[in-house]
């Protein structure tokens, strides 16, 4: 029927019960029923009027189905911060409870493709959570990707004899096509099983599918950032382990006590490079850390490399991700450096504005060719050079978000400055804090 449709029979409907109202009215008036009489009428045929309009609203289908549509995207809703974690008996359960009290279920249950992940609701204290699926229906949904309905308690399977549940709608959820667990919707009656019920679990399966689809993203877009990180370390590590242990070499002839200092510093900081994650530090960490890298530099390169500290107040608190000045630097020296001459080479982080810090790595060094800059963020580009320097755009971008992340700027001769955009406020760790200046 279409909306037309429904508006015209809607009026004429309110235009009959008018009418007869009207007729009513005046016949009591008529026969000069008592006053009680006339308004009782008037006042009953008016709530009938309203009534019929009412009912009429709240059963079209375009009603049904806008109701329905706003219950399951509120479910979807609520549970997006739990089903992005990814497929787990913590987050099933959270989800399973808020699916309870957004519909008409009795008991909504979550399982995997062999044991049941999360449920609330009637029966809770005997569908164990954790236990192995017991239905074969849920199996069956499992094994040919398609919902079932369980009009019986013999269908459903369950051997606890006071259990109220006589009915239940399965729908199997999806990650790339193929089943990973299932969505559950339990009744007490068969009456419920009807095919706003069926859309409902269908639509909510789903949503709650492609957000386990967005939570596989994220891990996969995590380890891959992560496989990158390691993938820079094992980079850069090789020839500064050889260059630095070669130093360490030359030192134990001429200063001894020097070399031994040195090699005490430089197990220590190697520690830390292993032990580098993708957490949050504080800003002097990692600055600490390149000062650690740069006194085995000065110690091969003596007075060729000269560096500057400009921290303005307040940044050595300021979060950021480990391991992203360092290898900026590096690169300056190893990119950088003149055959000749002394390479400086300034460190800078000042805060731009209340919410944005800038943290640069500027150089007076060889500096990059004007055709070589615009492909200076590809991975591998340069001896490795890009990947060092796309892995930290990438993880300032992760951390916080839009207009953050890193810009070059280059003259073939003059050096290079190496810039980046952070907002304090908006980062997070790996375990779902924040930190902030």
Not at 146 to 168: F, N, P, V, Y
Not at 169 to 176: N, T
Not at 227 to 246: D, G, R, V, W, Y
Request: glycine share 8%.
């Amino acid at each position: 029927m279409t909306p037309r449709r429904t508006i015209i029979i809607d009026m004429l409907l309110l235009f009959a019960v008018t009418v007869l109202a009207v007729l009513t009215g005046w016949v009591l008036i008529r026969v000069e029923a008592p006053q009680w009489v006339l308004f009782a009428s008037l006042s009953g045929l008016t709530l009938v009027a309203m009534g019929s309009v009412i009912a009429r609203l709240l059963t079209r289908p375009d009603h049904l189905k806008a109701l329905q549509s706003h219950l399951i995207l509120e479910v979807a809703v609520d549970s997006l911060a739990y089903f992005r974690q990814g497929l787990t008996a913590d987050s099933a359960q959270a989800v399973c409870r808020i699916a309870i009290g957004r519909t008409e279920a009795a008991a909504v249950a979550i399982t995997d493709c062999d044991r049941i992940l999360g449920f609330a609701g009637l029966g809770e204290d005997h569908h164990t959570v954790g236990g192995p699926i017991l239905t074969q229906a849920t199996r069956d949904a499992l094994d040919r990707n398609e919902h079932r309905i369980l009009d019986s308690k013999e269908d459903i399977g369950c051997s606890e004899r006071g259990c109220m549940l006589r009915a239940a709608i399965v729908v199997p959820l999806e990650m790339r096509g193929v089943p990973v667990g299932t969505l559950k919707f339990y009744y007490t009656t068969r009456r419920l099983l009807n095919e706003t019920q069926v859309a409902m679990a269908e639509g909510l399966a789903t949503l709650l599918s492609t957000q386990l689809e967005l939570s596989e993203l994220d891990m996969q877009t995590e380890l891959a950032t992560r496989m990158e990180l390691k993938a820079l370390q094992a980079q850069i590590n090789p020839h500064f382990l050889f260059n630095t242990i070669n130093t360490i070499a030359m030192l134990i002839r001429t200063e001894p006590d020097s070399a031994r200092g040195l090699l005490r510093e430089f197990a220590r900081f190697y520690r830390r490079t292993l032990e580098s994650g993708d957490q949050l530090i504080p800003l002097e960490q990692e600055i600490d850390y390149v000062r650690s890298y740069l006194a085995f530099e000065k110690a091969r390169f003596g007075e060729r490399v000269s560096v500057g500290e400009n921290l303005h107040p307040g940044v050595a608190d300021v979060h950021v991700p480990a391991f992203i000045v360092q290898p900026i630097v590096e690169n300056a020296i190893q990119h950088g450096m003149r055959p000749e001459g002394v390479l400086h080479i300034d460190i800078t982080a000042q805060f731009v504005d209340d919410e944005r810090l800038e943290l640069c790595v500027i150089d007076d060094g060889v500096g990059i060719s004007e055709q070589d800059l615009p492909r200076i963020m590809e991975p591998g580009f340069g001896k490795g050079l890009g990947i060092a320097l796309k892995n930290v755009d990438d993880r300032l971008k992760g951390y916080f978000g839009p207009g953050s992340g890193l810009e070059v700027m280059s003259t073939r001769g003059s050096g290079t400055n190496v810039c980046m955009t952070i907002f304090p406020g908006a980062g997070h760790d790996t375990n779902g804090g924040s930190d902030a200046a």
